[in-house]
């Protein structure tokens, strides 16, 4: 089974540009999350899709980035204009919506990741 | 969310068993702990996750105890590619917004 799959991989912008992030995520995962490592902090959360829906976007930084899920399968994140502060590697992770029954974890599954270096 | 604290970095040998602590004071009732891995160049990922006593799955143990107030999660004879950062994250199971702290970057030396 195909797990998240993010592209590009690295990406290197200069300021002022456009980029866009494609996150595939697992088949059937409803949850779709946009996460973000900038340079020498933590990993945070960026928003958060029940399929096509943002669910919970309080964690993106400004109006600079959009994010979209049409059709609630894969989600572009678009960062335009890049800023320096921008640079960073963005995750994509996705899960199963709660089932009724049974163990469940939350568990998320990540992406590898794409490394974003705005010049 | 409870806020977590673990060391900032652990060094081993092959074939040793590593323990990492994580303090979680602030923990509430439904909140679940839960642990994973991070390689280089990799995104995170889920290692084990609890809410009291034991877990052990095929990777690693998690211990808690009764005021669940601490955890430590065990990795029986660790090898060199064992070598990863490891974040130890507490919240209600399906909770989003996870937050992840520093983690605990495991150096495992031959």
């Known amino acids: 089974e195909a797990g998240v799959t993010q592209f590009p991989s690295h990406s290197v912008i200069e300021k002022g540009q456009t980029v866009t992030l494609r996150c595939d995520p697992i088949?059937?995962?409803?949850?779709l999350y946009w996460y973000r490592r900038v340079m020498g902090k933590e990993i945070k959360f960026l928003l958060h899709?029940?399929?096509?829906?943002?669910?919970?976007e309080s964690g993106m930084p400004n109006n600079r980035f959009l994010a979209e899920r049409t059709g609630g399968t894969y989600s572009t994140l678009k960062v335009q204009p890049a800023e320096l502060e921008d640079s960073g590697v963005y995750f994509c992770a996705s899960s199963l919506i709660e089932p009724g029954q049974g163990t469940y974890t939350g568990e998320l599954f990540f992406g590898e990741g794409s490394r974003l270096t705005v010049l | 969310l409870a806020k977590t604290t673990q060391p900032i970095s652990m060094d081993s040998y092959e074939g040793q068993e590593v323990n990492i602590t994580c303090s979680h004071n602030n923990i509430a009732t439904n909140d679940y702990i839960t642990w994973y891995q991070q390689f280089p160049s990799q995104g995170p990922r889920f290692i084990i996750q609890?809410?009291?006593t034991k877990v052990t799955n095929e990777v690693a143990s998690l211990f808690i105890p009764a005021d669940r107030k601490s955890s430590t999660l065990s990795l029986p004879r660790v090898s060199l590619s064992d070598t990863a950062v490891y974040y130890c994250l507490v919240a209600p199971p399906g909770f989003q917004k996870l937050v992840f702290g520093t983690g605990t970057r495991l150096l495992v030396s031959p």
């Open positions: 088949s059937g995962h409803d949850n």
């Open positions: 899709f029940v399929k096509e829906s943002k669910q919970d």
């Open positions: 609890g809410y009291k």
